[in-house]
């Protein structure tokens, strides 16, 4: 499959996270007007299944890169990674014994992983004075302040990762509220 193509698509997918993270904000504002709606009850119920969907798409297509693109992540994306990859396992138990206290779980890691998703952000467009000079570039992984790909001149892989990161955070947030 053409790499463009596919750089392309995870854009795409990227836009539509951003969208729905722009309608869940606005979810939350108006959220003691809807709360008695069934179709806000019904969202809520399933908000956990979104945000799983979400974590299998993001490690999916990093290790997509990674194992059949052969691309090294850098330092930073490791520590994303190391936030993301455990939600999968994480969610799918929480809905699967019906715990409501996967949320917070998930709500920590996505918060933990946005940070790191958005200082690599800041240093790539140079608008953070990076700690961070470059990242280990062991074996041939890129610096964490490389742009590998950058789609709609503003889409990078970690902004994709902060995307997804922020919406499985709002999704287990109105979760069961």
């Not at 709606?37 to 119920?45: A, N």
């Not at 297509?61 to 994303?80: A, K, N, V």
Request: net charge positive; with cysteine.
């Amino acid at each position: 499959m053409n790499i463009n193509l596919i750089n392309f698509l995870f854009g795409i997918g990227t836009v539509a996270i951003q969208i729905l993270i722009i309608k869940l904000l606005v979810v939350l504002t108006i959220f003691d007007k809807i709360k008695n709606l069934k179709l806000f009850r019904h969202v809520q119920k399933h908000s956990m299944h979104a945000a799983l969907i979400l974590a299998v798409g993001a490690t999916l297509g990093s290790l997509y890169y990674s194992i059949f693109l052969g691309w090294l992540p850098c330092d930073l994306c490791w520590y994303q990674r190391i936030f993301m990859y455990p939600q999968v396992l994480i969610m799918a138990i929480a809905i699967w014994t019906k715990d409501a206290k996967g949320r917070i779980y998930t709500m920590w890691f996505s918060a933990i992983g946005a940070g790191f998703a958005l200082y690599q952000t800041l240093l790539q467009f140079g608008v953070e004075n990076p700690v961070i000079t470059e990242c280990s570039t062991e074996m041939g992984a890129v610096g964490c302040s490389s742009i590998s790909i950058l789609q709609f001149g503003y889409i990078t892989f970690p902004v994709m990762s902060l995307s997804v990161f922020i919406a499985m955070f709002l999704l287990a947030y109105i979760y069961k509220k």
